[in-house]
């Protein structure tokens, strides 16, 4: 999704000789995009480059309407024992979960016409709409089927009956060059998974994936085959649909339950995101919005911004009433309200300050210091909280009391939707 980004961000370097505590040199004020916030977009999409979110409407789909004309064809369904087997194997995902009995054998007919790679299936709905929400499904369930973008469709009639309806996925290669490719990828996903515990609690194993995939992927609109896990596994550039399919693969490989969503944000335009389950409870995920180099916009900063080692948490396990600050769900089935946030990465890290309290933010900044390989966030519960915590640490630069004299210059960056400030020590 092209996104060059949002609400002015100011990052500050706040020059100072450390162990006296006050401003040796002047203050820098840029105007660089920011990790979540909205709604002033910097910097211009070239008309070609696309999107990174899943626009259903614009997905490759095209059909005719054909007479039957009475004559016999070879027909290829998925029935009996093969059914079943496909539906025991699917009763795990999200959507397919959603689905009543018809839509169920529409979703297995056109899931095992997929992963086999069929040329044309006979489906056992006739309904075009209903077709294309069993695909739909499919989608979102499986980023394994990464060598698919659309379909077409033929549907009979005899008079004003409709009689047949036809299934012919499109697919971007052939089912050899896709085995090998599956054969790359699976090389990187088992080392990505080996480096977490098999017995490690769902949180744990959710921030390690959303760590790895902000560190070791660049959030590249050019990037080839950035609407699947290709460009994320084996060309670490993407866009939001890479980041949040990647997620999904690897979080369910894990066993952690996580599906995608679909939505808008900056009113048009699409995007894509997660919906995980930590601790028995449902949370929305947005891995893109975590990575720095998401919000380079162009000019002789983007370099600079790419390069910070920068994670952001605003996005990271939070509730349906926070994601929808920024963020339009337009997902074709239904979601749950999240409302738990026991698992929020805020909450979880202990770096939420609930009110104008000195001695918890120095807690805070004690247990999570305020270094160069990183950085610290803290996170504000109300406005009154986060304007006393922008006054003391940047206002009247108290920030330079949590940091080990030796001089340098601290960087900033806030976002005033999410309530938070992150802040990192420079040269």
Known sequence: MKKFLKNLLAIVLLFAAIDLFIWTGGVNVFKLPYFAGQPETLGIVPEDSGTGGIAWEDMEVTGEEKI????????VEITGAEADKYGEYLSECFAYRTLDAEMKKAYIEVFAAMIKHEE?????????DKLHLAFQCVMIDHPEIFYAEGYSYSQYTRGDRVTRLTFTPTYICTEEEAEMLEEEMEKVISE????????????TKVKYVYEYLVHSTE???????????????????????????????????????????????NTTEGHSWNLV?????????DTTWGDASYQSIEGEDEEWLRNLDIVNYDYFGVSTSEIQKTHVIDNPIELPNCTASACNYYVREGCLLSGPDKDKLGSILSAHPIVRDGSTIVKCTDRLTYDWLMNYLITESKVFDYVESGGGSIGYAQNEDALSLTLWLDD
């Open 68 to 75: 039957d004309d009475g004559e016999p064809y070879e027909k």
């Open 120 to 128: 044309t299936v006979d489906m056992s709905v006739l309904d075009i």
């Open 192 to 203: 990505i998974l080996s480096g977490v515990s098999k017995d490690a609690d769902d949180y």
């Open 219 to 265: 959030y590249d609109m050019s990037a080839p085959d950035n609407q699947n896990i290709c460009s994320v596994f084996l060309n670490n550039r993407s866009v939001c649909q890479g980041y949040s399919k990647a997620t999904q693969l690897l979080l369910n490989r894990m066993g952690v339950e996580c599906t995608l969503v679909t939505g808008v944000v």
């Open 277 to 285: 389950k930590m601790d028995g409870d449902y949370y929305h995920l």
